[in-house]
């Protein structure tokens, strides 16, 4: 299944996220699991989007970076991989 030609909801971004590090190693030789570090924010490329509605305007693209907090989002499994389904109104900032 590929992305191309999908739709989503109008106030949705489909967000693809790059690989995250597993583990961190630190100088002194302890590994520090990935899970054990807290984010206060994700990154990631816009991949669909939706249109946008009346009331709340889409000004994102498709190719965008975004800037999201990790608890406004919903995970989705397809065959093309793990995506992030972010409402438009739940992105801190784009570039």
């Not at 597993?22 to 990631?44: D, H, Q």
């Not at 919903?74 to 991989?81: M, P, Q």
Request: glycine share 8%.
């Amino acid at each position: 299944m590929s992305l191309e030609g999908k739709k989503i909801l109008p106030t949705k971004l489909l967000i693809e996220e790059p690989p995250k590090e597993k583990e961190e190693v630190r100088n002194s030789g302890i590994i520090v699991p990935k899970a054990v570090t807290k984010e206060l924010s994700s990154t990631g490329i816009v991949r669909i989007t939706g249109g946008g509605s009346e009331k709340i305007p889409n000004p994102v693209p498709v190719g965008a970076h975004v800037m999201y907090s990790p608890h406004a989002i919903s995970r989705v499994f397809t065959e093309d991989g793990e995506f992030v389904l972010l409402d438009i109104r739940d992105t801190l900032l784009y570039w």
